[in-house]
């Protein structure tokens, strides 16, 4: 996820280490290039390059930038590969704006080509220098800046926030659109930033913005004006009191249950983003003409391709061979070759037993595309394309957010491989919104009821199934309790014996699969089990289970997606009642790079 910051001072001065600093405050965020300007007079000075941020710092002396005003920003990669000229801030045609931008604009595409064709000067592929040509389009017609950005605004399609200057003008003007903006008011200077914790040193006099809103930065004070109707709107500051951390986890108690919570707006993110994306057609077509078809993962990467490879089943009738990465070389390598195609699924896109799976696949010719989050990551750079989670730096080592964009992904290229209309999956991010609020109080509730067993077992079938097998690894990853995850089928083909009095067993149902759910919830009941049923509301499973967890109504692959929500919840509940620290389980590290 991007970061940006801005700050416009009395006068010309050293900038260049509070914007390093602002820079280093963001990097949790995760990224990969950086860039800083400065603006004073007629003068901007632009230095940015791919890299950490003391080292882009120190080689290209960042510390000796002066100006009036300085923006800085960090990139994580989403249009355009990690390089120097995609990097942020952009510069305008003339080079008289520099600006940048945290989010996606999902039109980038068409509106680079608008651009040029109108005889801007286009430098990169990146969507942050679009949001720099959008209020450069208007400026040149001679509208006044905030009557530019107001139309900029309805022209950038997606989510994101923007800060600009220009020569010879002593402001900064930023807008919010679905990305995160806050803004700092000192002693005789003000700032912006995607987030309060990067502003908490400079002050706590802040001022939060909503979508839509405009504001302008000046030395003594801010402005805010509707994109709307372009009025002033009137609004006081608050002084916030929380240290860095509490405010890092964006007042979450930890960051697992900040980035559970954070699903909804990536998945939006992501959705916006495979909308937008020219890669998405060449890939589809591609798996349409394969011979055979691999999903290839390790642990909840390797779940969320299980769940893929039902949606492609279901929805576009179209067979998957989900593989556990390490198995790919004996199983699979001596059969596959040209006429194959792999999708390569990675978190981190680091992970060595993926890294290791995608060598042999490429040695044996097949076409080899990535999903992963972490752009720039090896991953990425070895395969022919990869496309992105858009989940930002996800700091807990167990998975979460990016789990549910990995399955938004895969139900998304099903739609696509199947030719159906993507609209109705633009119903998720509100359904996990609603998902998350109303399974809070019962998911805590069964926590407590539960938590005294270190044996458990989590079912599901069809799409549910891959939902059990990570629901079952979220509480053992951070409850150290012993979870076996299955298809709840193959329960009374052994563990049915495990039974005893009060032994949980979860299921995660799907609508359509409910019969064959009351049969499973059944044959455990009757033997003692304290059965949980994780679905829609229905009749069948409140007559049958001993525990019902409600979802919202929606198709059966999303409630099967929705279904992860509150065993994630579940998971963390569990950790904290047993005294653990969900975000840094022992034995475990969030990158796997040993065989
Ligand atoms: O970065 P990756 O997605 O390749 O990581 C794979 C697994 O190590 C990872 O999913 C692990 O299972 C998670 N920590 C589970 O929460």
Redesign the pocket.
């Known amino acids: 996820m991007c970061g940006i910051f801005g700050i416009v001072t009395q006068k010309e001065q050293p900038l260049g280490q509070i914007l390093t600093d602002a820079a280093e405050r963001l990097t949790y965020r995760g990224y990969d290039s950086v860039g800083a300007a400065t603006l004073s007079g007629a003068k901007i000075d632009l230095r940015k390059d791919v890299g950490r941020v003391k080292d882009v710092a120190a080689q290209y002396h960042f510390a000796e930038m002066t100006g009036q005003r300085g923006i800085t920003q960090l990139r994580w990669a989403t249009f355009g590969e990690p390089s120097q000229v995609n990097s942020q801030p952009h510069l305008d045609s003339d080079g008289d704006l520099v600006g940048a931008h945290n989010g996606n604009v999902v039109n980038n595409v068409e509106l680079r080509q608008q651009f040029m064709a109108e005889g801007m000067t286009v430098r990169s592929m990146n969507d942050g220098e679009s949001c720099v040509h959008a209020v450069e389009r208007y400026l040149n017609r001679g509208e006044d800046f905030i009557q530019a950005i107001r139309h900029a605004y309805h022209d950038l399609q997606g989510d994101y926030s923007f800060v600009i200057g220009r020569i010879n003008d002593d402001k900064l003007y930023a807008f919010k659109k679905g990305s995160g903006l806050v803004v700092g008011l000192g002693e005789d200077f003000t700032c912006v930033s995607s987030d309060l914790p990067s502003l908490l040193p400079l002050t706590r006099k802040i001022m939060r913005l909503n979508d839509g809103e405009i504001i302008t930065l000046a030395a003594d004070g801010v402005e805010l004006h509707s994109v709307q109707n372009g009025c002033l709107i009137l609004r006081e500051p608050e002084t916030v009191t929380e240290t860095m951390n509490a405010v890092q986890k964006g007042g979450y108690a930890h960051f697992m249950l900040k980035e559970i919570h954070e699903q909804a707006q990536v998945a939006r993110e992501v959705l916006n983003m495979l909308n937008g994306s020219p890669d998405v057609a060449a890939v589809i077509e591609k798996m349409k003409n394969a011979r055979n078809l691999y999903f290839i993962?390790?642990?909840?990467?390797?779940h969320a391709c299980l769940a893929g490879a039902v949606y492609f089943a279901q929805l576009a009738g179209r067979a998957v061979i989900p593989v556990l990465a390490p198995q790919f070389a004996p199983q699979y390598a001596p059969t596959v070759g040209a006429q194959d195609v792999g999708l390569f699924?990675?978190?981190?896109?680091?992970?060595k037993?993926?890294l290791n799976a995608l060598q042999v696949a490429e040695e044996k010719g097949m076409t080899c595309y990535g999903l992963?989050?972490v752009i720039g990551s090896t991953l990425t750079k070895a395969t022919v394309c990869a496309l992105p989670l858009c989940c930002g730096y996800e700091i807990s080592?167990?998975?979460?957010k990016?789990?549910t964009n990995q399955v938004v992904t895969f139900l998304y290229l099903a739609y696509r491989l199947a030719g159906r209309d993507t609209a109705e999956l633009e119903t998720i991010p509100a359904l996990m919104t609603q998902t998350l609020e109303t399974v809070a109080a019962p998911v805590e509730a069964l926590a407590q009821k539960i938590n005294a067993w270190s044996d458990l077992y989590s079912l599901g079938y069809g799409a549910t199934y891959a939902i059990a097998l990570e629901g079952a690894?979220?509480l053992k990853?951070i409850t150290y309790a012993h979870c076996e995850g299955m298809l709840s089928t193959e329960f009374k083909h052994g563990p049915l014996s495990a039974v005893t009095k009060g032994l949980p067993i979860i299921f995660s149902v799907a609508p359509g699969d409910v019969p064959l759910i009351v049969s499973g919830l059944n044959e455990v009941t009757c033997r003692g089990a304290y059965a949980v049923a994780i679905g829609q509301d229905d009749p069948r499973l409140r007559a049958n289970a001993s525990d019902v967890i409600i979802l919202p109504d929606s198709t059966p692959q999303i409630a099967a997606l929705l279904a992860v929500l509150p065993l994630q919840l579940l998971s963390y509940h569990m950790s904290l009642l047993r005294g653990f620290d969900p975000d840094f389980p022992r034995n475990?590290s969030?990158?796997?790079t040993v065989d």
């Open positions: 993962g390790c642990g909840t990467s390797y699924v990675s978190q981190s896109g680091e992970t037993d993926v992963a989050n080592v167990p998975a979460t990016t789990f690894l979220k990853e475990l969030k990158t796997l």
